[in-house]
């Protein structure tokens, strides 16, 4: 059986999806690390303690709905598509995170930051091209 | 200080690794699934039948592990340079689907997976 491996338009906007709930947890991962900022870790004691007080935290349990969905998104895609071109194309994650944190944190992005944003997009156009002209016939 | 620095670039390197045995592990138990993909009622039936292979268990352990060692690194190095060498998981990753999933990594994917690190390096450092 000839399984079919091309990269479609559809199966990369999930890939998308994917990068923006992915953003979407690590901000809500951070937003819920800061409600406690006074607190050090020292001991496991501490650890314990600091679980104990982010439970209740809405931000902890969207984050964790987020990294559910993203897991059962991604077996999916997996099950179609080769590992070696689903994980370079979900690197989009790399732009959106800077870019959230420059719009929630005013940061700039500096000249440097913008090249490798492109290049990072030029990347994912290429490993997708790769995809695409692959498809073997049946 | 510069024995630490290689401590920290082989954690770095460790944190990768057990990112990629994740990956590995749940791309090959897909692989053994043969279903086409295309209702909410398959994806369910797709990870039932996931959760029954013990390799996917081992690889959530591995996945475990990485986010550990990587919070760890992170607690000890700085943000930019532990974000642009953990950029090597592409490579690695390009590397075990090319010998172990045995799929066709070609010259035009190759280098799409070099812009990508390239790109994360600037964006980690700049």
């Given at each position: 059986?000839?399984?079919?491996?091309?990269?479609?338009?559809?199966?990369?906007?999930?890939?998308?999806?994917?990068?923006?709930?992915?953003?979407?947890?690590?901000?809500?991962?951070?937003?819920?690390?800061?409600?406690?900022?006074?607190?050090?870790?020292?001991?496991f004691?501490?650890?314990?303690?600091?679980?104990?007080?982010?439970?209740?935290?809405?931000?902890?349990?969207?984050?964790?709905?987020?990294?559910?969905?993203?897991?059962?998104?991604?077996?999916?895609?997996?099950?179609?598509?080769?590992?070696?071109v689903?994980?370079?194309?979900?690197?989009?994650?790399?732009?959106?995170?800077?870019?959230?944190?420059?719009?929630?944190?005013?940061?700039?992005?500096?000249?440097?930051?913008?090249?490798?944003?492109?290049?990072?997009?030029f990347?994912?156009?290429?490993v997708?091209?790769?995809?695409?002209?692959?498809?073997?016939?049946? | 200080?510069?024995?630490?620095?290689?401590?920290?670039?082989?954690?770095?390197?460790?944190?990768d690794?057990?990112?990629?045995?994740?990956?590995?592990?749940?791309?090959?138990?897909?692989?053994?699934?043969?279903?086409?993909?295309?209702?909410?009622?398959?994806?369910?039936?797709?990870?039932?039948?996931?959760?029954?292979?013990?390799?996917?268990?081992?690889?959530?352990?591995?996945?475990?592990?990485?986010?550990?060692?990587?919070?760890?690194?992170?607690?000890?190095?700085?943000?930019?340079?532990?974000?642009?060498?953990?950029?090597?998981?592409?490579?690695?990753?390009?590397?075990?689907?090319?010998?172990?999933?045995?799929?066709?990594?070609?010259?035009?994917?190759?280098?799409?997976?070099?812009?990508?690190?390239?790109?994360?390096?600037?964006?980690?450092?700049?």
């Amino acid at each position: 059986m000839v399984k079919k491996r091309r990269l479609t338009l559809k199966i990369f906007l999930f890939l998308v999806f994917i990068d923006f709930l992915e953003t979407f947890a690590q901000f809500c991962f951070k937003k819920t690390a800061l409600s406690e900022r006074g607190l050090e870790i020292k001991a496991f004691a501490d650890a314990a303690h600091f679980i104990g007080t982010i439970i209740p935290s809405p931000f902890l349990w969207l984050g964790l709905i987020s990294v559910m969905m993203i897991f059962v998104i991604w077996s999916t895609i997996l099950s179609k598509i080769d590992l070696s071109v689903a994980v370079p194309v979900c690197s989009f994650s790399y732009i959106t995170i800077p870019l959230v944190s420059v719009f929630y944190f005013h940061e700039k992005i500096s000249a440097l930051r913008w090249f490798g944003i492109f290049f990072i997009i030029f990347g994912i156009i290429f490993v997708s091209l790769s995809s695409k002209h692959k498809e073997e016939p049946e | 200080m510069k024995q630490s620095l290689i401590f920290i670039i082989l954690l770095i390197f460790l944190t990768d690794l057990c990112d990629t045995i994740s990956q590995l592990s749940l791309k090959s138990s897909i692989n053994t699934i043969d279903l086409h993909v295309n209702t909410v009622k398959k994806i369910i039936k797709l990870l039932l039948k996931l959760a029954k292979i013990p390799r996917i268990w081992i690889g959530f352990l591995f996945s475990t592990l990485s986010l550990a060692i990587w919070l760890f690194v992170l607690s000890k190095a700085e943000l930019s340079f532990a974000y642009s060498l953990d950029s090597m998981r592409y490579i690695l990753i390009a590397l075990a689907s090319m010998l172990i999933l045995k799929e066709k990594v070609g010259l035009i994917r190759w280098l799409g997976i070099a812009s990508v690190v390239l790109g994360i390096l600037l964006v980690a450092t700049g």
